[in-house]
């Protein structure tokens, strides 16, 4: 049984930095591209940023580009997002994400559909 849990969620200014954590049990963590997603009620749950097995490609959505980073430490089997100069538009419930599926030559997961394993979500809260 593969289970992530995510924790770092909280309440920030606008403008502040947080980091959030995603440790997963079970499965072969080096073997799974992981993604971090967010949702906001009444919406779908959106791409934020992606990593390979290695680190070595790194997705993320144009909104969070230059300000949201990914990383791992597989050692750890842990999956990391730092963000800073964060907006309002950042609060959401953030979900990290496993793919046991992708191969080189497919495309990059940025999907949901892509994922097989998902957390509980932490809560990120930017006041304005």
């Known amino acids: 049984q593969v289970l992530l849990e995510e924790s770092g969620g909280g309440l920030v200014q606008s403008g502040g930095s947080l980091g959030v954590s995603c440790k997963v049990s079970?499965?072969?963590?080096?073997?799974?591209?992981m993604a971090w997603f967010r949702q906001v009620p009444g919406k779908e749950r959106e791409f934020v940023a992606a990593?390979?097995?290695?680190?070595?490609?790194?997705k993320y959505h144009d909104s969070v580009e230059g300000r949201f980073t990914i990383s791992r430490a597989n050692a750890k089997n842990t999956a990391y997002l730092q963000m800073r100069d964060l907006k309002g538009e950042d609060t959401a419930v953030y979900y990290c994400?496993?793919?046991?599926?992708?191969?080189?030559?497919?495309?990059?997961?940025?999907?949901?559909?892509?994922?097989?394993?998902w957390g509980q979500g932490t809560q990120v809260t930017v006041t304005v």
């Open positions: 079970g499965g072969t963590f080096g073997k799974y591209v």
């Open positions: 990593i390979s097995w290695a680190g070595g490609i790194r």
């Open positions: 994400a496993a793919d046991q599926n992708f191969h080189p030559g497919a495309p990059f997961p940025t999907r949901e559909s892509d994922f097989d394993y």
